[in-house]
Each structure stands twice: as structure tokens, then as C-alpha cells.
């Protein structure tokens, strides 16, 4: 499979089959217009089109040939900011309904999976935090009483987690959280949604989305899809332009999949509390793979950092497989190395309601926060919900539209970093000279007063685009790993050629006039 949001492979593209689909070629006319088909988007679609509503739902490549194809696919209901910060921001009541919803999501996956025979390799497993960087028993133990306090009574101590080989010390143990194959899940209740009635186009770019009755959802080939309700599930909204992005961040995180012997490592999902945190689970080898069923993938992520703000991929994946190595010496071969995107809310929690503003028919989801699976599950769930007019108690809590005192000091830090990034506006190029850039890269180089975003291709060919982002006009960096245009301010990336492959950004680099500079 081949995936829209960068140039590397995860164990999940390499290991699914997700169904061909056609381009949207004509005006059309629904109830429910969805953007973007990953976790969230058929997740929405799906149980709307169970409910009997028409679905369209629109993707620019194939379905979860986004972020939901770069996950690790985790299913916990163990959240990665933590439940005290949690009920600190939110109170004890949201910190209760954070619980019980990605509790909602985990059994909602097993159900959905076993309704539509989707084999997906979805299993309970417990999951684990261990101790990592400056982390100290006492800080377990004050997870462990905020826990309980938002529901999760079954989690516990323990003095080591389940591996014979490494002694991890102390640990917080959840039991029955989960884990499956992202993309054969999705392939599974795309099938759902085609039979239901529901329609699911690629290759369709939406170019605008203008709320009303109906909505208007243009692509970028011209045709208007009108819909009494829009759902913008594009990982960072591409129908805001300022609002929700002052109140997010994105990160690239960084994972490999190495092979074990099968049965080597206990089943389990582990995390500990470094910062940035690692995060490891197993997954059966497919037998595309492993023919003889003899390995599992051993997956372990980590080594986030700003979007665009680092092109050192090469050195974190070396320091993620030495900090594997030295923990698993039963690792055989790393045979896979890939990259994701994370939208990283201020306030923990994710963004899944009405968009902010006078907007009274389009709905967002964003802000995964590291918990993309369930946190997309949970928008499937509250938004199907909300768009079929029942009340949903989850509501409050992902309301796009909230504001919470208590995490204004996240808010500044994060929106001062941003507006440092502007300082490219001065600064020199990456390079003084096409002879510089090697094929198969790009740079950004300085011509007059302009920064150009210069790609050699494979063949020596240059391709110059504008290196202004057509969000809110920071500079782009090149991305060496994933071969792509990387915006530092609030995440936008585009391909080589300066094709759009994540908002906020909607529209592609501008062409500029050829030349030597």
C-alpha cells in the first residue's frame, strides 16, 4: 500500500489490503459529506451509515493512507498526559469521562470486529508504564489514585512488568486494554460502510468547505458535493484557519519494527514515563513476512519533536533501536523504520464536535494526542451522535470550542514557539546552489527576497516551489526522511512537488519562475 503522508513504509501498509477505490467525478448531493478516511472519518461514516444516514466520505489517497497507516496502534485507555494533569485541567468529572470514553472506544473496535467478521489480529493485552528518564515511584503511585478516581479501579501496582530478560522496576499495570491491525480494521468497516449505502471516494481533494444549507464541499477538480452536515476528519482541520491551531501542536514521531522470535517477548503494551516517552507492542508477523510463523514484530516509538523544526531522522532511529537492543537481545534484524504525525493539544484532551465559530452543520475531530486510535474511535461514536441529534454525555469534554484557564501556560509556550519560526523570513538558505542539493532531496535556497523550495529529483530534474506555507505563511523545511515539505509553525506538509499531504494547509505551494539562483 502506498501511503500519501511520506515516503516511508509501516509494518501495517506493508501487511494490508485495502480496498481500490474510485475519484469523485461528478457533482453529488448527501446527508453526511466526510473528509478524510482514516480512523476517525470511517469510524463516523460507519456508524452513520448503520443508522440509515446517506455518506460520502472523500480522501486524497486511499483509505488510511494518512496517520492512521503511521500509528502504533495502541488501544488503551491509559492516556499518555497522564490523569492527574487530566483532572487538574478538566476536573474530576472529565477526567471520569476520559476514562469511560476511550474505555467506550476499545470495546467498541472488539464489537465492531466481531460483528463485521473483520479480521483485524485485534486481542486484549495488559498494558504497562513503567519508569523511564527522571521517573520515580511516587509519580506512579500519584497516577495510580487519579486512576481510580476517574474509574479505572482495576489498575495496580506492580514491581516489574512481564519480561524475564529486564527488570524494569516498578510499573502500573491496566488490564484488558487492547491492540489490532489499524488499516485491515478500516479495510473491514469500509466494506461495512459500501454495503450500508454509504460511498467512499479517493484520490478527491477537498479544495474548500463552506458551512450552510447545505454545506459545500468543493474538490479540487471542480465538483461540488452538497451535505446537510460535514465532517472535517483530516488530522489537523483544513477548514480552520487559526482558531483550533493556536490550541494544538504537531509532532513527528519516530517507531521501528524489528523481529523476535515468536514468543520471546510477553504479549503486552508498554510505555514509560521518559519525555519524550517510549512506547513498545508486539504484532504477529503476516505471512507475507514470516511464511513459517516463527517471528512477531517487535514495535517501539519514540523520539518525538516539532514538526519541521528537526531533520535528524537517521540519529533518533539509531538512539530508538539502541535503547531497543539493550532492553530486547533477543532483536534479530530493525526491517522497518517510519514516521508519524501527532496533534498535541494543550489541554490534553482531542477537539470532536461542532467547529468553532458561527459554523452550524460542519464538525471537526483533532488533537489525538498520542491516543489517535481511540481518540478517532471516540469521535465515530460522539459525533455519529451529535450529527443524529441524541445526547451524548462526552460532549463538554472534546468540545472544540472550549477554553481552560488552567493550561494558558501550555497555550503560551506553545504559540511563542511558533511565532520564533517566522525568524526564517531572514535567514539565509539551506544551500547557495542547485550543485548542492544531491538527487532525491530538496533544500530550501535564498533568491533575492524570496525562499524557494527547490526538489532534485531522482534524475537530476529541479522542481521550485514557493517555501511559503499557504497556511499562515511560515517558511517549509525539507523532511530527508519522508521527502516532504515540513512547516514548523503549525504542522502543514507537502510533497516533493508541493502537493498539500496535511493541513491546515489546503492549497499547494505556489509554482515560481525557473531559474538558477
Not at 83 to 106: F, L, R
Not at 266 to 275: E, I, N, P, S
Request: a negative charge.
Amino acid at each position: 500500500m502506498r501511503s500519501d503522508s511520506g515516503s516511508s513504509t509501516s509494518v501495517w501498509m506493508a501487511t494490508s489490503d485495502v480496498p481500490d477505490l474510485p475519484r469523485v467525478t461528478q457533482d453529488m448531493r448527501t446527508s453526511v459529506c466526510i473528509v478524510g478516511a482514516g480512523i476517525a472519518g470511517m469510524s463516523t461514516a460507519y456508524h452513520l451509515a448503520r443508522a440509515g444516514r446517506a455518506v460520502i466520505v472523500i480522501d486524497d489517497g486511499a483509505v488510511g493512507g494518512g496517520e492512521t497507516g503511521r500509528t502504533t496502534a495502541h488501544l488503551t485507555a491509559a492516556l499518555d498526559d497522564r490523569y492527574y494533569n487530566i483532572e487538574k485541567v478538566h476536573g474530576a468529572d472529565g477526567a471520569h469521562i476520559a476514562a469511560a470514553s476511550h474505555s467506550a472506544a476499545i470495546d467498541s473496535i472488539e464489537s465492531v470486529a466481531s460483528q463485521e467478521d473483520i479480521d483485524c489480529d485485534f486481542e486484549r493485552v495488559d498494558g504497562f508504564l513503567f519508569l523511564g528518564g527522571d521517573g520515580t515511584r511516587e509519580d506512579l503511585e500519584r497516577e495510580l489514585d487519579a486512576t481510580h478516581r476517574a474509574g479505572l479501579q482495576s489498575v495496580e501496582i506492580v514491581e516489574r512488568i512481564p519480561l524475564q530478560f529486564w527488570d524494569s522496576g516498578p510499573a502500573l499495570r491496566f488490564p484488558r486494554q487492547a491492540q489490532f491491525h489499524p488499516l485491515k480494521y478500516l479495510a473491514g468497516i469500509t466494506r461495512a460502510v459500501l454495503r450500508d449505502g454509504g460511498q467512499v471516494f479517493s484520490g478527491t481533494h477537498a479544495e474548500r468547505i463552506v458551512d450552510g444549507e447545505p454545506c459545500r464541499v468543493t474538490t479540487s477538480d471542480g465538483h461540488v458535493i452538497l451535505a446537510d452536515n460535514v465532517v472535517v476528519a483530516t488530522n489537523s482541520p483544513v477548514n480552520d484557519w487559526v482558531i483550533l491551531h493556536t490550541k494544538q501542536s504537531a509532532y513527528r514521531t519516530y517507531v521501528i519494527g524489528a523481529r523476535v522470535p515468536r514468543g520471546s517477548v510477553t504479549r503486552g503494551l508498554y510505555w514509560d514515563t521518559a519525555d519524550p516517552y517510549h512506547y513498545v507492542r508486539l504484532q504477529e508477523v503476516d505471512s507475507r513476512l514470516d511464511s513459517a510463523g516463527l517471528e512477531d514484530i517487535l514495535i517501539v516509538g519514540g523520539e518525538d519533536h516539532k514538526t519541521g523544526q528537526e531533520d535528524d531522522a537517521e540519529a533518533r532511529f539509531a538512539r530508538l533501536e539502541s535503547w531497543t537492543r539493550e532492553r530486547f537481545p533477543m532483536v534479530k534484524s530493525v526491517d522497518f523504520r517510519w514516521s508519524g504525525q501527532v496533534m498535541e493539544p494543550v489541554d490534553y484532551m482531542a477537539f470532536i464536535g461542532k467547529n468553532p465559530g458561527t459554523d452550524e452543520h460542519t464538525w471537526i475531530v483533532t488533537g489525538d494526542s498520542g491516543n489517535g486510535m481511540t481518540h478517532g474511535t471516540i469521535a465515530g461514536l460522539l459525533l455519529s451522535d451529535l450529527i443524529l441529534g441524541k445526547k451524548n454525555e462526552w460532549s463538554s469534554l472534546y468540545d472544540p470550542s472550549r477554553k481552560k484557564l488552567r493550561s494558558a501556560g501550555d497555550f503560551l509556550k506553545e504559540n511563542l514557539n511558533v511565532a520564533a519560526q517566522y525568524r526564517d523570513w531572514a535567514t539565509g538558505g539551506d544551500v547557495d546552489s542547485f550543485d548542492d542539493i544531491a538527487p532525491g532531496t530538496g533544500a530550501v535556497i535564498r533568491r533575492g527576497a524570496k525562499k524557494v523550495a527547490v526538489y532534485k529529483d531522482e534524475q537530476g530534474n529541479i522542481h521550485q516551489r514557493s517555501a511559503i506555507c499557504t497556511h499562515l505563511y511560515c517558511i517549509v523545511d525539507w523532511n530527508s526522511m519522508e521527502k516532504t515539505w515540513d512547516c514548523p509553525c503549525h504542522g502543514s506538509r507537502f510533497d516533493p512537488y508541493g502537493k498539500v499531504v496535511n493541513g491546515p494547509a489546503i492549497t499547494p505551494l505556489p509554482e515560481v519562475e525557473s531559474e538558477s539562483p
